[in-house]
């Protein structure tokens, strides 16, 4: 790594990499519903069940991974998390039996978990200080690029070949390409130097000095829980709009990619909460033009403002998150943000259906437009003093 250069070696594969193994996630997405229905006979509730077990294993994984991070040389638990990331897809092309095929689903959660964290954590390791700021935002490009072209190339691939077997191939090969990328970082700051690091604490699955920080993101994770997950069904029975959730979630990855270009400058003089704010107030307009005028220009329109606010928030919550964490405690920082999103995702895609069956569709989007503009009032009574009051960055405001 020389001076201050953003764009160096290490930084560009730990980009590579992290764009091959959420490639190699969200390839097999949008098809894994068909895959249990067809080859196993699966039901729609033994689907949701089979495929949430994936994401509750992560969010189980991603307290200790980040402890593991801040306790062990860095690179190890990159490359073992990367390995039993790749292995999984193998047991995809393995599993002959549904109760086969739900074990290895629900394992390969784990290794998704702590790979997100390590790899996040070595992005920031092998970036200058003083385009850090700058850097995590960027960082997250590759797996918005990979959100927005992966589930579209497995569709593609599927449709002309109807073949599972060729996607979980492709799977695993983009996912061991990945693994050789990474195993080429080389910096000095991947290996544990202090003992410190290996004390058991809560503070070690669990940033307590960042613990604000985490309760407003969970607000922003519930909105887009609820999105996420009953965005077709809405559309559909509403809005009378069918076969649009592809398109919308591909504008939604668009204002992602563009909210991260449009946002740099902002991001490379360190105005991480003005950053947070912005992204807060767009994303808050977009929920409320979703709900507020049904139709199909806003129904679209809301998708490009809400991936535009999510763009910016999203560095900018990392970004403080990791300000108000000592160097040894990065990979806690960064798993107590993913954790938080979690959360809120779970909460909502559990609170969505709850709120959809004993009312309706459209009372759950209101919930959401509620819940947001609560997120952004605490930022803005709260969290944002919060932050400045432990940031231990001076180069961030």
């Known amino acids: 790594m020389t001076g201050d250069q953003l764009w160096n070696k290490n930084y560009c594969k730990v980009m590579a990499a992290n764009f091959s193994l959420f490639f190699a996630f969200y390839v097999l997405t ?180 960042g613990w604000l920080l985490g309760v407003n993101m969970v607000a922003f994770g519930f909105c887009f829980g609820v999105l996420s997950n009953y965005l077709a069904i809405y559309g559909k029975e509403v809005l009378g709009i069918t076969g649009g959730t592809g398109t919308y979630f591909m504008l939604c990855s668009i204002g992602l990619i563009l909210s991260r270009l449009q946002g740099g400058k902002a991001l490379r003089q360190g105005r991480v909460t003005h950053n947070a704010a912005e992204g807060m107030v767009i994303s808050l307009i977009g929920y409320t033009l979703f709900i507020l005028v049904p139709g199909m220009v806003s129904y679209y329109a809301s998708a490009l403002l809400i991936g535009l606010g999510n763009g910016h928030m999203w560095p900018a919550f990392q970004n403080m998150t990791i300000s108000v964490a000592p160097n040894s405690q990065r990979g806690t920082a960064n798993s107590t943000i993913l954790v938080s999103w979690d959360v809120g995702m779970g909460l909502g895609i559990l609170m969505g259906g709850v709120i959809s069956e004993l009312v309706n569709y459209s009372a759950a989007f209101w919930t959401v437009a509620a819940v947001n503009a609560l997120g952004v009032l605490l930022f803005f009574t709260a969290t944002r003093q919060f932050f400045l009051e432990r940031n231990l960055n001076p180069t961030v405001k």
């Open 30 to 209: 949008p098809l894994l519903p068909l895959y249990l229905s067809e080859h196993f006979g699966a039901t729609k509730d033994v689907i949701g069940l089979v495929l949430s077990g994936y994401t509750v294993t992560a969010l189980v994984m991603r307290p200790f991974s980040g402890f593991m991070v801040d306790s062990f040389p860095r690179k190890t638990v990159l490359m073992v998390s990367f390995v039993a990331f790749t292995i999984f897809f193998a047991g995809y092309l393995a599993a002959s039996t549904l109760l086969l095929f739900t074990i290895v689903r629900t394992l390969h959660g784990a290794p998704f978990g702590a790979l997100t964290v390590a790899n996040s954590t070595v992005a920031i390791d092998v970036l200058p200080s003083s385009r850090r700021t700058e850097g995590i935002g960027y960082y997250g490009l590759s797996n918005n690029l990979a959100m927005a072209i992966a589930p579209t190339i497995g569709i593609f691939v599927y449709r002309y070949t109807h073949s599972f077997e060729l996607l979980f191939w492709i799977a695993l090969i983009v996912a061991c390409a990945g693994m050789m990328v990474d195993a080429t970082v080389k910096s000095d700051k991947l290996t544990v130097k202090s003992e410190k690091s290996f004390s058991l604490s809560w503070d070690r699955f669990f940033l307590i000095r």
